[in-house]
């Protein structure tokens, strides 16, 4: 008989970083503010949680990060405003924020890393399973990657973590798993962890994106976590011991993933994926795609 284990109800948004590669933009506006076609990135990446099933939600923030609290809060003086003029559709899109989920936030205070930032959630998720979204990496919602890990980890146990194939030369830029298949298709036994490795001694092309759901055995681990790469506790630290050691938390799994994410993590990407989401909007679609060809076709 399959084990059941407890079902995951808290996600966790670390949300405290300075932003620097968008400067002079995050100046004054967290970087998670900033605009995909017409919602800020952090939205999506909360709406995201609540289709898994996850209406509690944690963001780690930082300074300067209030704007992201008054998204998710209340406007009545706008509310208010769109109502006498009769503009129904822009009401519902402003009301969509405050309604999305219950919203809780603390302050990281010092930012010592991921490692430390989901820390910063041990006293609000306590004993339980919990789920971790990167604000960088926007999953679309037509490929439901984090139910499919929330499933897994129900499944199985322990901690799961999203995986993803890339070029050999670019897993430099990300931790890196080494694995073991299983009798399923898109999961993977996770054997360790590597954060950012030369490719020459990379153990897979598997690159670990901004998606995890972790046992909170990890809290402990965090807690005795030295600084690693770039001087910051590292999360990938964690859960290579998780890895090493399934008594401690359970097993580490992976769900490797081949839909559709979109990197707003550098101005390249960002940009990229303002073009790919406006392209399939109904209501920008079409208009936009016709622009585009016609841009492409002057420029070359």
């Known amino acids: 008989m399959t084990q059941s284990h407890p079902r995951i109800s808290k996600a966790v948004i670390p949300a405290a970083g300075l932003g620097t590669r968008f400067l002079p933009a995050t100046k004054a506006t967290p970087k998670e503010m900033l605009p995909v076609v017409d919602k800020p990135a952090i939205q999506y990446v909360v709406e995201e949680a609540v289709a898994a099933g996850l209406s509690d939600v944690l963001m780690i923030t930082g300074r300067n990060k209030r704007p992201l609290e008054d998204h998710f809060d209340r406007n009545y003086e706008l509310e208010s405003a769109l109502t006498r003029k009769g503009d129904a559709n822009r009401l519902q899109k402003v009301?969509?924020?405050?309604?999305?989920?219950?919203?809780?936030?603390?302050?990281?205070?010092?930012?010592?890393?991921?490692?430390?930032?989901?820390?910063?959630?041990?006293?609000?998720?306590?004993d339980q399973p919990f789920a971790v979204l990167l604000g960088d990496d926007l999953i679309d919602p037509r490929d439901p990657l984090l139910a499919r890990m929330v499933e897994v980890q129900e499944r199985e146990g322990g901690?799961?973590?999203?995986?993803?194939?890339?070029?050999?030369?670019?897993?430099?830029?990300?931790?890196?798993?080494?694995?073991?298949?299983?009798?399923?298709?898109?999961?993977?036994?996770v054997t360790g962890l590597v954060e950012k490795p030369d490719p020459a001694d990379a153990p897979s092309n598997l690159a670990v994106i901004g998606r995890y759901v972790l046992d909170p055995a990890v809290f402990d681990i965090l807690r005795?976590?030295?600084?690693?790469?770039?001087?910051?506790?590292?999360?990938?630290?964690?859960?290579?011991?998780?890895a090493e050691d399934e008594k401690i938390g359970g097993p580490v799994h992976g769900v490797v993933f081949k839909g559709r994410r979109y990197d707003t993590g550098d101005r390249g990407d960002y940009l990229r994926a303002i073009v790919r989401l406006a392209c399939e909007r109904e209501d920008l679609g079409p208009d936009f795609r016709t622009w585009l060809r016609s841009f492409v076709t002057e420029e070359m």
């Not at 010092?110 to 998720?125: F, I, K, Q, S």
């Not at 890196?176 to 399923?184: E, G, I, K, L």
């Not at 506790?233 to 290579?240: E, G, K, N, V």
Request: with cysteine.
């Open 159 to 189: 901690s799961v973590v999203a995986l993803m194939e890339v070029e050999p030369e670019q897993i430099h830029l990300y931790g890196c798993a080494a694995v073991d298949a299983t009798t399923d298709g898109d999961v993977v036994r």
């Open 95 to 126: 009301q969509e924020s405050s309604d999305l989920a219950t919203m809780h936030y603390v302050r990281q205070g010092d930012p010592r890393g991921l490692g430390h930032a989901v820390l910063c959630a041990a006293p609000h998720v306590g």
């Open 224 to 242: 005795r976590t030295e600084p690693g790469r770039g001087g910051e506790i590292q999360l990938t630290d964690a859960l290579q011991l998780l």
